[in-house]
């Protein structure tokens, strides 16, 4: 049975500030339309759009930050993250990247735990608030270690202060659908390397893709995942049909934030209550 969000309001922390910040990498996220959903759904709320997150509250060293989000790369995906100390060229890659956030960045997985830590770190203390919620948008693919398999998953959101809302994520964490993975191991059997664009002009228009038309509406329910989280601590929701429910698989993403219903209806209950506190 589904767990969800006590409907008690004295058990909700009802935020009255909420900053988005945008992934200046993202061609087609269009963050002022995510914050005018978010305003819409909750017209109390104070929702200010902000622009890369680092680029807003960093005022420090570069090459000190690059190095601590060096500190966070997973190298092995399949153990626990370890601690290292980074190379200097992988220093340098995160540097150009702080100096060039609209570059975005592919093929790097870090530990999100680590790379939250990073980013809390840079709130400053009036703004570090149950109140406030950050909800930051970045190309950085940020995973987390599975004991039960042994090795990390990407992940499209965690949820906490900050949220990390990963434009990547949405494209490489939940799975394609079946067929792709079977056309694939079907031809490796055979000897055949083909190229991965090849195998998804098979799947066209099952699955979420870089710089997708489809980018910004699908990412408003993630966003009012780390909103839900900051509220009830329950970000996600066990119906396929809502727009919080934990997709694993990309087809589920699609149909939960593009479907013809927006919210069950408890969460449709509960985010007009919420609206009138």
């Keep these: 049975m589904q767990k969800l ?3 008690s ?12 910040y945008n992934d200046l990498s993202a061609k087609t996220l269009a963050i002022k339309e995510i914050a005018s959903y978010i305003r819409g759904l909750f017209p109390r709320m104070k929702v200010e759009v902000r622009g890369d997150f680092v680029s807003h509250h960093y005022r420090g060293s570069t090459e000190e930050l690059a190095e601590k989000i060096a500190r966070t790369k997973v190298r092995n995906t399949s153990n626990p993250f370890e601690g ?5 060229g992988e220093i ?11 570059r975005g960045i592919s093929g790097v997985l870090y530990d999100a735990t680590r ?11 009036e703004e570090l608030s149950l109140r406030a919620v950050h909800a930051v948008f ?3 693919l940020f995973g987390t270690y599975d004991i039960a398999d042994a090795r990390y998953h990407a992940r ?10 990963s434009t990547s994520g949405i494209v490489e964490a939940p799975a394609k659908p079946r ?7 079907k031809l490796r059997a055979l000897g055949e390397d083909v190229p991965t664009e090849v195998l998804k002009e098979q799947i066209q228009g099952r699955f979420l893709d870089y710089d997708d038309p489809r980018m910004t509406e699908v990412m408003k329910g993630y966003s009012l995942q780390a909103l839900f989280y900051a509220i009830t601590h329950e970000p996600f929701c066990e119906n396929p049909d809502c727009r919080l429910y934990n997709s694993h698989w990309q087809e589920e993403v699609l149909a939960s934030q593009l479907g013809d219903k927006e919210f069950c209806d408890e969460h449709s209950s509960l985010i007009h209550q919420i609206a009138e506190q």
């Design 115 to 125: 790379l939250h830590l990073v980013l809390r770190g840079m709130i400053p203390e």
């Design 179 to 185: 067929e792709y993975y079977l056309m694939r191991e």
């Design 92 to 102: 340098r890659f995160e540097e150009k990247l702080l100096e060039r956030p609209e």
């Design 84 to 88: 290292f100390d980074p190379l200097f």
């Design 138 to 140: 970045t190309s950085r």
């Design 9 to 20: 309001s004295s058990e909700w922390n009802i935020p009255t500030d909420v900053f988005v």
């Design 156 to 165: 499209v959101v965690l949820c906490g202060y900050p949220s990390m809302i």
């Design 5 to 7: 969000p006590s409907t």
